[in-house]
């Protein structure tokens, strides 16, 4: 079965830190993967995918299929990057959110 | 008019009663989805329409009705729902396939007593 999984449920960084955080996927097909994220008293909303690269807020994800990872990553955390982030895979018409990692960056 | 979206933004209703969520986008968009979000969850999928037919119906059930009256519209028909059904229910569509960029509305959080 198509899964996604994120295993830091919270992720605690100071501001300026690097920041990564982990997706790993199980998927037969080529995958299409997405990184969607959730601040505050806001919609869900995206962040980066794969098959188009597009990013926004500094973010970046490579995907390692060896690995069957896509884990998200930022050089400079700021204060405003705090929210729930997740990790989502595409196929046909279906979309499954893996469970989410809340981070949190500290002043 | 680049958003989904959401009518009411909260309900609150009783397990006997019916009420209906709306959902609308006005960016040409011909595939709509409804999602459940329990606190502190991920989104689950619960139906997906394209072109206005209703494809994934993710073993739903059959308390929840989905309808699609016409491309920019997406209603979710609720009747005799159960206390667990509480929940946030966030409505989403994109231009063709889930490959494509999903749009989210800002949801109704829904309390059944």
């Known amino acids: 079965a198509q899964r996604v999984t994120q295993p830091e449920k919270l992720l605690s960084v100071f501001k300026g830190a690097p920041v990564e955080l982990k997706c790993n996927y199980s998927?037969?097909?080529?995958?299409?993967l997405f990184w969607y994220v959730q601040y505050s008293r806001q919609r869900l909303q995206l962040l980066l995918r794969?098959?188009s690269r597009e990013s926004i807020k500094g973010f970046t994800a490579d995907l390692n299929k060896g690995e069957t990872s896509f884990h998200l990553k930022k050089p400079f955390a700021q204060e405003e990057d705090s929210a729930m982030y997740y990790c989502?895979?595409?196929?046909?018409?279906?979309?499954?959110f893996g469970p989410g990692t809340r981070l949190s960056v500290l002043p | 008019d680049t958003e989904v979206t959401q009518t009411p933004k909260h309900l609150v209703m009783g397990m006997t009663n019916k009420k209906s969520l709306k959902c609308e986008q006005h960016?040409?968009?011909?595939?709509m989805y409804w999602y459940k979000q329990k606190a502190k969850k991920p989104p689950e999928l619960m139906f997906v329409?394209?072109?206005?037919?209703?494809?994934i119906n993710e073993s739903v059930p059959s308390r929840f009705s989905p309808e699609c009256p016409n491309s920019s519209l997406l209603n979710l028909h609720l009747h005799a729902l159960q206390p667990e059904d509480s929940a946030l229910y966030l409505c989403?569509?994109?231009?063709?396939?889930?490959?494509?960029?999903?749009?989210f509305g800002s949801g109704t959080q829904l309390s059944v007593l």
């Open positions: 989403a569509s994109s231009f063709d396939r889930a490959v494509e960029k999903l749009f």
């Open positions: 329409y394209s072109y206005e037919k209703l494809s």
């Open positions: 794969h098959i």
């Open positions: 989502a895979l595409a196929y046909g018409q279906n979309f499954v």
């Open positions: 960016m040409g968009h011909r595939a």
């Open positions: 998927y037969s097909g080529s995958p299409e």
